[in-house]
């Protein structure tokens, strides 16, 4: 591949499972299911938060955006993949490559931050019930959710023009299914060990910070819920917020695994593996956890049905 400016490549070739051929036919149909399926399950979500008037509330603001997040970090990666699972050219270009891990790492670390955003909502919820609705008031939501984007992709924008200022030395040959910073690191031919530290640190920036938000709500919560007397209302109350801490715990296990380890204990095939679950399971699974004991959702989606029905 030609050289530009010592750093630079005309393009990227993606290795993926090539070492695995038939792997990657096995992949490809699975891969395509749980991309139906995310599509699918998000899309619905995101009508219904939007049709149902019951619906209209902070908690489901911030999951129809959680939705759209999962839609499109799924399909910034697992398109390309699908195609080059199935086809014998996995190149990318240099531009491509850079566009790819800004926007993937960008709705990444969105999702970190909103996350953070649900569990203060839920805090809310549970400890401040008469006040909720003056604490949770939609400017303020959506100002969280905008914040979240914004500061997602400024911490995605800063770790992108890091990890492209480093010099490659011809290398390009990714060992990857995707763009991604530890894969890219691999190719570097200098010493990274100030940059892996730059890196670190903006990566523990964007997953503690909401950490600790997730953390200090729950402790609250926690209290709140013990102080309930009757057993059915602690059930209630933990019900409403055993969807959103099996996400948490979903997503960022895979994302400490995948990010705040250091690079001489990082596996490749391992990281491939890890970065399918949190790009495309983690966002199938997400729909399929918060409608399964919501009720609210599974209603709003029979009044849907039942009114299209009514309306032939």
């Known amino acids: ?36 399926f995310t599509l699918l399950g998000n899309a619905t979500i995101i ?7 019951h619906l209209h509330t902070p908690m489901y603001f911030f999951l129809s955006n959680l939705s759209f997040l999962d839609l499109c970090y799924t399909t910034s990666s697992v398109p390309q993949l699908l195609v080059h699972l199935r086809t014998a050219d996995k190149s990318i270009s240099f531009g491509g490559c850079v566009v790819q891990l800004f926007v993937f790492l960008g709705l990444g670390c969105t999702e970190c931050i909103l996350l953070g955003v649900m569990a203060f909502d839920r805090y809310a919820a549970i400890c401040k019930p008469l006040q909720y609705t003056v604490i949770m008031h939609p400017r303020l939501c959506a100002l969280m959710a905008s914040a979240s984007w914004f500061f997602g992709f400024g911490n995605s924008l800063a770790q992108t023009v890091l990890i492209f200022l480093l010099p490659l ?3 390009n040959k990714i060992d990857h299914f995707l763009c991604e910073i530890p894969a890219l690191l691999k190719l570097v031919c200098v010493d990274t060990t100030v940059n892996e530290s730059e890196l670190f640190f903006l990566g523990v920036i964007i997953l503690l910070i909401p950490v600790a938000l997730i953390i200090f709500s729950y402790g609250w919560i926690v209290r709140a819920i013990l102080r309930i007397k009757s057993s059915a209302g602690q059930r209630k109350a933990f019900g409403t917020c055993g969807s959103h801490i099996t996400v948490v715990s979903l997503f960022y296990g895979t994302a400490i695994y995948a990010y705040l380890q250091p690079s001489n204990n990082y596996s490749q095939d391992q990281g491939k593996f890890v970065s399918l679950f949190y790009a495309i399971i983690t966002p199938t699974v997400n729909p399929i956890i918060y409608t399964l004991r919501n009720k609210d959702v599974t209603g709003a989606m029979k009044k849907v049905l039942c009114r299209g029905h009514d309306s032939r």
């Open 1 to 36: 591949m030609e050289q530009k400016n010592g750093s630079s490549f005309t393009g990227f070739i993606l290795l993926g499972f090539s070492d695995r051929p038939q792997l990657e036919v096995v992949l490809f149909v699975v891969l395509l299911i749980f991309y139906l």
């Open 47 to 53: 009508a219904l938060s939007y049709l149902d008037p």
């Open 169 to 171: 030395c011809g290398r």
